[in-house]
């Protein structure tokens, strides 16, 4: 049974960094591609970037570009969202997700972590 573990979500004023971490369990983690995506209050579910499986290819939503960086550790079964020049409209949900291909972009998750809460206060 696959499980995807966030950590590392808080409040942070405007302009500040959080990293996420993302522990993955259940299945041969270096094989799949793992993705980021949010939900904040009202509105639906979003992609915010995606990690083939050997970190080779890196996707990210327009809105996060130049901000966040994805990464992954295969030798820890992790995945990385490091997160900065925050802003309030990053307030959300962060959920890790597992793909069922080696490169997905951004669609195709089969796996969903519970998610953690980011909060960033003007």
């Known amino acids: 049974q696959v499980q995807l573990v966030e950590s590392g979500g808080g409040l942070v004023q405007a302009g500040g960094s959080l990293r996420l971490s993302c522990a993955a369990s259940g299945r041969t983690f270096s094989t799949y591609a793992m993705g980021w995506f949010r939900q904040a209050p009202g509105k639906e579910r979003e992609f915010v970037a995606a990690i083939n499986w050997n970190g080779g290819r890196l996707y990210y939503a327009d809105s996060v570009k130049g901000r966040f960086t994805i990464s992954r550790d295969n030798a820890k079964n992790t995945v990385y969202l490091q997160m900065n020049s925050l802003k309030p409209e990053d307030t959300a949900v962060y959920y890790c997700?597992?793909?069922?291909?080696?490169?997905?972009?951004?669609?195709?998750?089969?796996?969903w972590g519970q998610g953690t809460q980011v909060t960033v206060s003007s």
């Open positions: 997700a597992g793909s069922t291909t080696s490169d997905s972009g951004h669609r195709g998750y089969a796996y």
